[in-house]
């Protein structure tokens, strides 16, 4: 034991300090829920238009956007533009559609930019992420936190004021790159998991609660990201820098002034030659996320585990297509959250990991395809069904990264963990996306939603259980039955 470790015992494993600590980091999950789900609301209405170019090839290729608008799409009874609405395009010349005007409406022919925008800031979070690692190995976890706080402050208001819905689409995406910053760091600094766990869900039910009382998207917007101007100074003054971290970059009086700190909030005293002696202990040699695609069986585990977060996003972006009130639909979507993830934790504990989240899969994913055969009069049927797929994917969610951390030797597993962390920034950015077969056909995202969970309950069952079985520290090849799984014909194309 590093005498690190003895220090932190000294000072007390979960007192005052902790406890405080663990708080103030359980806040940024709130405006995580405001971020992620937030533009389902602000794009309500966001004055977005179909995109009608078409018009262009038909003459003057220098027309006006406002000409352009007045030509081709209707407009409600106030006089403004609608948004998802447009004039059929027609093969008449430019000056004929002037002089009699096009009659025939349509949807938007070329998909909805709120789903580009959705797929773009999960894109943020993902580029975040590996931006926001090296930030903090270099310049300290605390830095690294405050400055994503005030980035997501200054971007979420300023798209209070966006102009179009271009410039929009550019400050979500900075704001994905600095939450992914915040909550990377705030987790490694904390390591608690009862803030994605509580504090989460109570950010999507605060978020309905907001949206359903203030209709404009502009004050919506400055509601959810102003408070974190509040958060900032709260940070500033009590949020520690690691002293794990001061340590590893030579800054021992940095570090003791840390653990002095925490000690004396917790009503303790450390001894002087213990923090002498404060070092921390040698970090043993890791494997890269490139090992686990070398090794066959640990790449195929990953490929796995990988495809939860296309039905969770999906049922969550969809929250205002079930038929039901989608103030409603969204407070009860962050209702369930809290059992299914209160709940998933004792659930792998009595029936194992493998067999919880294959149910668990099945069940989501037969919810999405039952949404299909119901009729669009009947939405509270729709919603229901829709709120047990909700249930079914949170829970996934909760336990897939149990279930990967253990999956994977110690020398690979945190690697392993970013690799599934990755891929599921890789589903939240095919989610919004997939909403746009609905151009084809209404029934073809959540067929694409269904079916993916469906297909990977299969793979699930293939993988091996890990409850009450003593975790890998080296790379070890597979059982037999895994051998035998990763050596069919149909999944040598994967080597």
Same mark, same amino acid.
Request: proline share 4%; with cysteine; net charge neutral.
């Given at each position: 034991?590093?005498?690190?470790?003895?220090?932190?015992?000294?000072?007390?494993?979960?007192?005052?300090?902790?406890?405080?600590?663990?708080?103030?980091?359980?806040?940024?999950?709130?405006?995580?829920?405001?971020?992620?789900?937030?533009?389902?609301?602000?794009?309500?209405?966001?004055?977005?238009?179909?995109?009608?170019?078409?018009?262009?090839?038909?003459?003057?290729?220098?027309?006006?956007?406002?000409?352009?608008?007045?030509?081709?799409?209707?407009?409600?009874?106030?006089?403004?533009?609608?948004?998802?609405?447009?004039?059929?395009?027609?093969?008449?010349?430019?000056?004929?559609?002037?002089?009699?005007?096009?009659?025939?409406?349509?949807?938007?022919?070329?998909?909805?930019?709120?789903?580009?925008?959705?797929?773009?800031?999960?894109?943020?979070?993902?580029? @975040? /992420?590996?931006?926001?690692?090296?930030?903090?190995?270099?310049?300290?976890?605390?830095?690294?936190?405050?400055?994503?706080?005030?980035?997501?402050?200054?971007?979420?208001?300023?798209? /209070?004021?966006?102009?179009?819905?271009?410039?929009?689409?550019?400050?979500?995406?900075?704001?994905?790159?600095?939450?992914?910053?915040?909550?990377?760091?705030?987790?490694?600094?904390?390591?608690?998991?009862?803030?994605?766990?509580?504090?989460?869900?109570? @950010?999507?039910?605060?978020?309905?609660?907001?949206?359903?009382?203030?209709?404009?998207?502009?004050?919506?917007?400055? /509601?959810?990201?102003?408070?974190?101007?509040?958060?900032?100074?709260?940070?500033?003054?009590?949020?520690?820098?690691?002293?794990?971290?001061?340590?590893?970059?030579?800054?021992?009086?940095?570090?003791?002034?840390?653990?002095?700190?925490?000690?004396?909030?917790?009503?303790?005293?450390?001894?002087?030659?213990?923090?002498?002696?404060?070092?921390?202990?040698?970090?043993?040699?890791?494997?890269?996320?490139?090992?686990?695609?070398?090794?066959?069986?640990?790449?195929?585990?990953?490929?796995?585990?990988?495809?939860?977060?296309?039905?969770?996003?999906?049922?969550?972006?969809?929250?205002?297509?079930?038929?039901?009130?989608?103030?409603?639909?969204?407070?009860?979507?962050?209702?369930?959250?809290?059992?299914?993830?209160?709940?998933?934790?004792?659930?792998? @504990?009595?029936?194992?990991?493998?067999?919880?989240? /294959?149910?668990?899969?099945?069940?989501?994913?037969?919810?999405?395809?039952?949404?299909?055969?119901?009729?669009?009069?009947?939405?509270?049927?729709?919603?229901?069904?829709?709120?047990?797929?909700?249930?079914?994917?949170?829970?996934?969610?909760?336990?897939?990264?149990?279930?990967?951390?253990?999956?994977?030797?110690?020398?690979?597993?945190?690697?392993?963990?970013?690799?599934?962390?990755?891929?599921?920034?890789?589903?939240?950015?095919?989610?919004?996306?997939?909403?746009?077969?609905?151009?084809?056909?209404?029934?073809?995202?959540?067929?694409?939603?269904?079916?993916?969970?469906?297909?990977?309950?299969?793979?699930?069952?293939?993988?091996?259980?890990?409850?009450?079985?003593?975790?890998?520290?080296?790379?070890?090849?597979?059982?037999?039955?895994?051998?035998?799984?990763?050596?069919?014909?149909?999944?040598?194309?994967?080597?």
């Amino acid at each position: 034991m590093s005498s690190f470790t003895h220090v932190l015992k000294e000072i007390g494993e979960f007192g005052w300090f902790q406890k405080r600590l663990v708080v103030a980091l359980c806040i940024p999950n709130i405006f995580v829920a405001f971020d992620v789900i937030g533009q389902v609301f602000t794009g309500l209405d966001f004055p977005n238009f179909c995109d009608t170019d078409w018009i262009l090839e038909r003459g003057d290729a220098n027309l006006t956007l406002e000409r352009q608008k007045e030509l081709t799409i209707p407009v409600n009874p106030d006089g403004s533009f609608q948004s998802c609405l447009m004039f059929t395009p027609v093969d008449s010349d430019l000056e004929t559609i002037e002089l009699y005007g096009l009659n025939v409406t349509t949807s938007c022919l070329n998909g909805s930019k709120l789903e580009v925008s959705q797929s773009i800031y999960m894109a943020g979070l993902l580029i @975040g /992420a590996f931006i926001s690692g090296g930030m903090a190995d270099r310049l300290g976890r605390r830095f690294v936190v405050l400055l994503g706080i005030l980035l997501l402050f200054l971007f979420g208001v300023s798209a /209070a004021f966006s102009p179009n819905i271009y410039v929009y689409i550019v400050l979500k995406f900075l704001c994905g790159v600095s939450m992914a910053g915040i909550l990377t760091n705030s987790f490694v600094i904390g390591e608690w998991r009862v803030s994605r766990t509580l504090f989460y869900p109570i @950010g999507l039910i605060l978020l309905s609660g907001l949206a359903y009382f203030i209709r404009d998207w502009r004050i919506l917007q400055l /509601a959810l990201y102003g408070p974190l101007l509040i958060v900032l100074a709260t940070f500033y003054w009590i949020l520690p820098e690691s002293a794990r971290w001061l340590i590893t970059q030579g800054r021992k009086e940095e570090a003791v002034k840390e653990v002095r700190r925490a000690a004396k909030v917790n009503g303790k005293e450390v001894s002087q030659d213990l923090l002498d002696k404060m070092e921390v202990g040698e970090t043993p040699n890791r494997g890269s996320m490139l090992d686990i695609f070398r090794i066959p069986y640990l790449r195929k585990r990953a490929l796995c585990m990988s495809c939860v977060c296309v039905m969770y996003y999906g049922l969550s972006l969809s929250v205002g297509n079930f038929g039901l009130n989608i103030y409603l639909t969204q407070l009860i979507f962050g209702l369930v959250e809290f059992p299914a993830r209160l709940g998933s934790l004792p659930l792998i @504990g009595r029936f194992g990991r493998r067999r919880c989240e /294959a149910m668990l899969l099945l069940l989501g994913g037969c919810a999405c395809l039952s949404i299909i055969a119901v009729p669009k009069d009947l939405p509270v049927v729709a919603t229901v069904i829709a709120i047990l797929g909700k249930f079914a994917s949170t829970g996934c969610y909760c336990i897939v990264y149990v279930y990967t951390a253990e999956l994977y030797p110690t020398t690979l597993r945190q690697s392993g963990v970013g690799l599934n962390s990755m891929c599921a920034r890789m589903g939240g950015i095919l989610a919004p996306l997939i909403r746009l077969l609905a151009d084809y056909h209404d029934s073809l995202p959540m067929f694409v939603y269904g079916i993916v969970p469906v297909c990977a309950v299969g793979l699930c069952l293939l993988l091996p259980e890990t409850l009450n079985t003593e975790l890998q520290d080296i790379i070890q090849p597979p059982d037999t039955n895994e051998e035998k799984f990763y050596n069919c014909e149909w999944l040598t194309k994967l080597q």
